[in-house]
T-cell receptor
Framework: GAVVSQHPSRVICKSGTSVKIECRSL??????MFWYRQFPKKSLMLMAT?????????EQGVEKDKFLINHASLTLSTLTVTSAHPEDSSFYIC???????????FGPGTRLLVL | GEDVEQSLFLSVREGDSSVINCTYT??????LYWYKQEPGAGLQLLTY?????DMKQDQRLTVLLNKKDKHLSLRIADTQTGDSAIYFC????????????FGTGTLLAVQP
């Protein structure tokens, strides 16, 4: 089956620093990847849609300069949280579309804690 | 706007059937999905149904879709303790750039 990995699985950083999260499709090529944010005991909120070789499409209310997304290859998308603050602490999950299937496969998530 | 609602919590005994319900508002959705999330983990796709279907069965899982009422359910037969997790329904238009709108999630607790 389609496997999506994320790295790191958890990260703690100081306020004001930047953190990069990687999302990889391991056994398929993903032209489209998605980044979600999940607050404790809440549903997933779509942050942006990332297409290989082009700029990401951000959802309303998501700051593109704050959450930088790069989809440089068909198997890798990165999310960089710039100048992180405690309110950015959350669980970030990526997913990738399988071209032949009508669904998305999700990574295991990255827990970010900003002190 | 788009809204997908689920009840927050369901508790069942091991061996019983579980039924998790979901209501959605976007009648143009092509696919409806059920995902499972275990603590601290990502989402695992359980099953999905095309909007022109009424029912889909996959081993212990049965999905029922009432398109008229915009109601989706997931029945888990012979529920096991390993089924304890949060279950999310989601709706989408299909295709590689298909955006998913997730429900609020139902926490299923299976008592031994």
């Amino acid at each position: 089956g389609a496997v999506v990995s994320q790295h790191p699985s958890r990260v703690i950083c100081k306020s004001g620093t930047s953190v990069k999260i990687e999302c990889r499709s391991l056994d398929f090529q993903a032209t489209t990847m998605f980044w979600y944010r999940q607050f404790p005991k809440k549903s997933l909120m779509l942050m942006a849609t990332s297409n290989e070789g082009s700029k990401a499409t951000y959802e309303q209310g998501v700051e593109k300069d704050k959450f930088l997304i790069n989809h440089a290859s068909l198997t890798l998308s990165t999310l960089t949280v710039t100048s992180a603050h405690p309110e950015d602490s959350s669980f970030y999950i990526c997913s990738a579309s399988v071209p032949s299937e009508e669904t998305q496969y999700f990574g295991p998530g990255t827990r970010l804690l900003v002190l | 706007g788009e809204d997908v609602e689920q009840s927050l919590f369901l508790s069942v005994r091991e061996g019983d059937s579980s039924v998790i319900n979901c209501t959605y508002t976007d009648s143009s959705s092509t696919y409806l999905y059920w995902y499972k999330q275990e603590p601290g983990a990502g989402l695992q796709l359980l099953t999905y149904i095309f909007s022109n279907m009424d029912m889909k069965q996959d081993q212990r899982l049965t999905v029922l879709l009432n398109k008229k009422d915009k109601h989706l359910s997931l029945r888990i037969a012979d529920t096991q303790t390993g089924d304890s997790a949060i279950y999310f329904c989601a709706e989408g238009d299909g295709g590689a750039t298909n955006k998913l709108i997730f429900g609020t999630g139902t926490l299923l607790a299976v008592q031994p």
